[in-house]
């Protein structure tokens, strides 16, 4: 399978963007999907995953109630809709999958990464 990020840029603090994976490759409906970060000078870190088929999504502490995982069967991505966004949250994002139907917080649990996407949160 094939993951294609994008909508990366430059924000202010309180602003919004969103992210799309496009998934090609495969039919996933089988697939749970996710973001993953990676802030300058720290380890990836996961953000947020949703089932393919089932909707059942799953998120970060650091980003509940500010960031929504969604997915688009018409164009075959995962969006991760950004809000409220803060200095901190500047980072490389990357979407992953995994062909197993349960979100998992561990990077090591999924086997397809997109290129990285660049978030910067300016203050």
């Known amino acids: 399978v094939q993951l294609q990020a994008s909508g990366g840029g430059l924000v202010q603090a309180g602003g919004s963007l969103r992210l799309s994976c496009t998934v090609g490759?495969?039919?996933?409906?089988?697939?749970?999907v996710a973001w993953f970060r990676r802030a300058p000078g720290k380890e990836r870190e996961f953000v947020a995953a949703?089932?393919?088929?089932?909707?059942?999504?799953d998120y970060a502490d650091s980003v509940k109630d500010r960031f929504t995982i969604s997915r688009d069967n018409g164009k075959l991505s995962v969006d991760l809709q950004m809000n409220s966004l803060k200095p901190e949250d500047t980072a490389i994002y990357f979407c992953?999958?995994?062909?197993?139907?349960?979100?998992?917080?561990?990077?090591?649990?999924?086997?397809?990464w997109g290129q990285g996407t660049l978030v910067t949160v300016s203050s």
């Open positions: 490759g495969r039919t996933a409906v089988r697939d749970t």
């Open positions: 992953a999958a995994k062909r197993a139907l349960y979100t998992s917080t561990r990077s090591s649990d999924y086997v397809n």
């Open positions: 949703i089932i393919w088929s089932g909707h059942s999504t």
